[in-house]
């Protein structure tokens, strides 16, 4: 397995910038893994593809304001810092800051508008720092002055629109700096259209955090290691997904952070699917042996990051490349806010 398997050229005028003005607009290409086949379709037909006795899960993460503007002082530069998890006490958080040069250990900042201040502590992997709140209250600062942190490639300023639309609709709790972004085709009433088509729905916990969408680097993919993140896995998610295996209905796994945390609770339990809560690393490539998830939907992913690592050794790699091609042909919308992509 190379790097460049996993790389592709891709427009950049397909590199959506703005969701579909429904959810259940944007396009949806079905990939079928037994024929090969390709069918255009879109989001709003998803419970053609489903049937009774299918179990969609899905990721109710709630993506947090985590990006703060704030100055050093003394000097007043201006550093953007992304709040990602607290570290090892509540004062204490790992953050991304940018330029990352400016926060030596003891470089104090401060936001005027939310009368935040923290000192960097410590230095951490991957060029993180680890800060201490020195005065006010994150939670209140991040509420009345953080950005929703949308990733690099969308180039516009976030707005209001973008605080409500970069949440999925069943979004819950709070703890993510990304969204689970194939959630983001999903409203209430085509859930309640699947529902009614008897598809089953249950909801487990992955808080995203920036390693998910860093770039690999490794010439060898499978030397990558992923940044920790928590996820819950509740007994009632296992109950649902155990009875409809048992009924010979299929576990749809809404976006790869899903399929993640559900191989993750297999891999605590042999292979079984049983309750599982605590902080995965879990990197999935090719080849891969699925133990808890039957069809995925999915957006479609920047070249050479683990989740289309994950999509290639769930389609398999050269089906992958194939639905790929046929999207950029198609003229898809592509990453966080663009199209879908269903395999079964």
């Known amino acids: 397995m190379k790097l460049e398997d996993f790389d592709y050229e891709l427009p950049p005028e397909l590199i959506a910038q703005h969701p579909a003005p429904r959810r259940e607009d944007a396009r949806l290409l079905v990939v079928e893994r037994g024929s090969g086949l390709l069918h255009d379709a879109r989001v709003a037909d998803l419970p053609e593809w489903l049937r009774r006795g299918d179990v969609l899960v ?10 703060l503007s704030l100055r050093r002082v003394p000097g007043g530069a201006r550093m953007e810092m992304l709040f990602v998890r607290p570290a ?13 040069r400016r926060a030596a250990i003891g470089t104090r900042l401060e936001s005027l508008e939310s009368g935040l201040a923290v000192e960097v502590v410590a230095l951490g992997e991957q060029g ?6 020195i005065e006010g209250n994150l939670s209140d600062a991040l509420a009345r002055a953080g950005e929703i942190p949308l990733p690099p490639y969308i180039g516009h300023t976030p707005t209001d629109e973008d605080r409500e639309r970069y949440q999925t609709v069943y979004a819950r709790v709070d703890g993510a700096v990304a969204a689970p972004t194939a959630g983001l085709h999903l409203s209430w009433p085509l859930l309640e259209r699947l529902e009614g088509a008897g598809v089953g729905i249950a909801r487990l916990l992955l808080h995203v955090g920036p390693g998910t969408f860093r770039p690999i ?14 996820f819950d896995v509740p007994e009632d998610v296992t109950r649902a997904v155990n009875a409809a295996r048992a009924a010979a209905g299929r576990i749809v796994a809404v976006g790869t952070t899903v399929v993640r945390a559900l191989e993750a609770a297999a891999d605590a ?4 699917l049983a309750p599982t809560s605590g902080w995965t690393r879990k990197f999935i ?4 042996e699925f133990r808890a998830v039957d069809a995925l939907l999915t957006n479609f992913h920047l070249p050479r990051t683990s989740l289309l690592l994950l999509v ?26 663009g199209d879908a992509m269903l395999v079964i």
């Open 128 to 133: 993180e720092r680890i800060v201490r709140v």
């Open 312 to 337: 290639a050794a769930f389609a398999g790699e050269a089906l992958q490349r194939r639905a790929y091609a046929h999207a950029i042909a198609a003229r898809y919308r592509f990453y966080s806010y």
């Open 58 to 67: 899905v990721n109710e993460t709630r993506v947090r304001p985590a990006r």
């Open 88 to 100: 090892s006490t509540p004062e204490e958080w790992r953050v991304l800051a940018r330029p990352a």
């Open 269 to 272: 339990h042999g292979g079984s």
């Open 217 to 230: 680097t490794a010439p060898d993919p499978r030397e990558h290691r992923m940044d920790e993140e928590f």
């Open 285 to 288: 490539h090719p080849p891969y």
